[in-house]
């Protein structure tokens, strides 16, 4: 086994919790609301536009009364969101930076994902630890068994999820892009592709690779319409199928996992992973993309974060496993050679490459 990184990679070493930290912990519901707050009452694009604004003059802007924009203030700056110089306010460095450049409609993307998808599910992550399942899928209205198969009775929800899907992908597949070398590939199936997100992004940066999407059909109309409006029709398809029940599509010579095997059990990666050790060919390559957490198990800190959706929500099974993890299910699959390569930036993602 090779590898590109140790099992920490660039992470820290978690820090003694004070109190301070503890009030963060404890109020930290409150806190995302300031922000998700901010984002729908468009604050930050309001103070980005004028430089910077006074109370009187947000309030009047933004139609708030005064004790409503007291709060809104309070919160913001003392979060750290907004700057207030001399009775006049700014948006911190961090906004200002993701405002100048593309991802900051993508954070938006994702602050409305954790409102409306994430946060009352959340509810239920100690009833889902107890009873290792995702009881939280109880608040989604549908009678699909996970879900992505309820997303579709629900069109609201289905639209910010898909939204947020897309701009997470977005924010982390430049890394994938960049590092996943597939100047020896020419068919690729991506697994759980979505609205077909990283294989456009891969078929754009390859223009020797075709690429199938291998999702269910409630998500295939969304996957094409994405692709042709790409104008990549010709290299990149839609299988429809259910990858548990449906065998595995032939004559790929690499198959992607792509933000998916954070969703199931252990078992039920090893069963696909499985299944796509007999579909590739000898010599095939096998490529999980995903958040990753340590084999210590010590963080790092937004995968311990985000493990609480994959608790409590989507499916019966899932966190952000470790690379270990992956690879140990990778082992039972009968796969030998593995890579490890960290991707730089804030979120933890990884891609752990695996040949038959």
Known sequence: MTSTLGSKGATSTPQELDMSGLSWILFGHAAFQYLNAACELELFELL?????????????KLELEDRATDVLLLGTTALGLTVQRDGNYSVA????????????????DTVAFE???????QLDFTESLRTNSNVGLRRV???????????????????????????????????LVEQLDLSGSKKLLDCGGGDAVNSIA?????????????EIPATEAIAQKKIAEAGLSDRVSVIAGDMFADPFPSGFDTIM????????????????????YEALPEGGRLVIFNSMSNDEGDGPVVAALDSVYFAALPAKGGMIYSWQQHENCLREAG??????????GWTPHGILIATK
């Open 48 to 60: 980005a536009k004028h430089g910077s604004l006074t109370k009187r003059e947000i309030q009047e």
């Open 93 to 108: 460095e961090v906004i200002a930076d993701l405002q100048r450049g593309s991802d900051w409609q993508r954070i938006k």
């Open 115 to 121: 409102q409306y998808v994430v946060y009352e599910g």
């Open 141 to 175: 209205r549908g009678t699909g068994r996970d879900l992505y198969h309820r997303l579709s009775e629900n069109p609201q929800l289905e639209s910010v999820f898909y939204r947020y899907m897309r701009s997470w992908s977005e924010l982390a597949n430049v890394h």
């Open 202 to 214: 891969l078929a754009e940066a390859n223009p020797h690779l075709s690429a199938a999407v291998f």
């Open 257 to 276: 996992f792509a933000h998916q095997l954070v969703i199931w059990t252990l078992e039920e990666n090893t069963f696909l992973l499985r299944k796509a």
């Open 335 to 344: 796969f030998q050679e593995f890579q490890r390569v960290a991707c730089p």
